[in-house]
């Protein structure tokens, strides 16, 4: 009987042993969707963040949305793994709020800027290295070719080498594409009109920045984005490379 019991015993210390790893295995990651506007306000947000949110029940990350600056507080921007600029512009943080963010990314925060998180914070020099450019114009939307020029990033790796897509396409300026930033995607500006960076004029990149991570992408302008498996597998894979998480 003593015997049976010390095998019941040794046999739940194994499986209790085994299942720990599997648990942390299923650690709950969290993200922060910011929308806020004080400029031009995209229409294609609302369809941004139903599709971040079913990418999080997809992926096993859970998904918060808010247009409140007063949010940003180290004791509420530490829940998050990530924080997502989707499309915000012109001044969305105050001083607290810059500072607050500046900490959290120092201690190893991410970040994911989509669209026109580029056209956000001028006066804000911390936030243009984040980003690392800032948006100067762009012309009517249309067909463009995208060229992948990394095709083994999380982000990248499951897109064609040569990418058509309609989107509206940004020129940047003060660009701050060091070697330190890895550019994924860049935009071929004979296949459309409008163009203002030359021959090498990147779309989507990712850097590791004062502590934290950042991925930005210039796609994401129109609601029929957010249904584009090509874009969404796109946009999840940066959003788990600010968010650390392993493939």
Not at 59 to 74: C, E
Not at 92 to 118: M, W
Not at 182 to 199: A, M, R
Request: aromatic share 14%.
């Amino acid at each position: 009987m003593i015997r049976n019991v010390l095998f019941a015993i040794c046999i739940l210390a194994v499986t209790l042993s085994c299942a720990a790893p599997h648990a942390a295995a299923k650690k709950k990651y969290r993200v922060l969707i910011y929308s806020k506007t004080a400029g031009y306000h995209h229409a294609s947000i609302a369809a941004g963040i139903k599709a971040i949110q079913k990418l999080g029940a997809e992926n096993n990350f859970a998904v918060d949305s808010t247009t409140d600056s007063t949010y940003f507080t180290p004791q509420n921007l530490k829940k998050y793994n990530t924080v997502i600029f989707l499309s915000t512009t012109m001044n969305v943080l105050d001083n607290n709020g810059q500072a607050a963010f500046e900490k959290y990314i120092q201690s190893g925060g991410g970040y994911v800027g989509v669209h026109a998180a580029s056209d956000t914070e001028y006066d804000w020099p911390w936030y243009n290295k984040l980003v690392g450019v800032q948006f100067k114009s762009h012309p009517k939307q249309q067909e463009a070719v995208l060229h992948v020029v990394d095709t083994t990033f999380i982000a990248t790796k499951h897109l064609p080498s040569v990418w058509k897509r309609w989107d509206e396409w940004y020129n940047f300026k003060n660009i701050k594409l060091d070697s330190t930033y890895h550019v994924l995607i860049t935009i071929d500006e004979s296949s459309y009109t409008g163009g203002e960076n030359g021959t090498f004029h990147p779309m989507a990149w990712y850097h590791d920045f004062d502590g934290g991570r950042a991925f930005y992408t210039e796609l994401g302008h129109t609601d029929e984005s957010y249904v584009d498996p090509l874009f969404l597998n796109h946009l999840l894979g940066g959003i788990n490379y600010a968010m650390g998480k392993k493939p």
